[in-house]
């Protein structure tokens, strides 16, 4: 009888600090009691990267977020140190964020001087962004993976990217929100 916002306010506490919770599973007769240390979540945006063969790299990223740049760097340099010459970003079903982390990846594609993206409102001029220095990416392959589920600032970095000639972008027609 408890609604969602009811459960995470009584799931959240201290650092450190214990919860005891009972789970009630279908099929299973009695509550299955558990104490559960409240403890920082971290919510990464590159849920994964690794090589497919010897020279072709995959990193799935599923948010743009405040840190989404450094951890695809971070993916992206461990994945050349292991031979990578080309790469596979997959943005499948990653419904966006912030649009400076889409800009700031893009950028590691692009030559200096690309448009990347301009945002333009009723009451708002319009502002470009582009590329702006040697990105540590701009030699190697790359494909793009998008879908339907695909939005926001995941258009924007397949957007500039295709734009750009810079890869190929493979996949479904995307969500439509970041090229409003």
Not at 3 to 22: A, D, F, H, Q
Request: proline share 1%.
């Amino acid at each position: 009888g408890l609604s969602n916002s009811k459960v995470m306010k009584l799931l959240k506490g201290p650092k450190g600090t214990k919860v005891n919770i009972g789970v009630k599973r279908s099929g299973v007769g009695k509550v299955i009691d558990f104490t559960i240390k409240r403890d920082a979540i971290p919510i990464f945006s590159v849920e994964s990267s690794y090589m497919l063969d010897d020279s072709i790299g995959y990193i799935k990223i599923i948010r743009f977020a405040r840190t989404t740049h450094e951890e695809f760097i971070n993916a992206s340099k461990d994945l050349k140190r292991k031979g990578m010459k080309q790469l596979i970003v997959d943005l499948r079903n990653n419904s966006g964020g912030y649009l400076n982390a889409a800009t700031e990846l893009a950028d590691e594609f692009l030559e200096d001087g690309k448009l990347i993206v301009y945002t333009e409102g009723k009451a708002r001029k319009r502002q470009d962004f582009y590329s702006s220095k040697s990105g540590e990416l701009e030699k190697i392959g790359l494909i793009v993976l998008i879908n339907e589920g695909s939005a926001s600032a995941s258009e924007i970095l397949a957007g500039a990217l295709q734009d750009n000639d810079r890869g190929l972008i493979v996949g479904r027609r995307s969500f439509g929100k970041g090229l409003v």
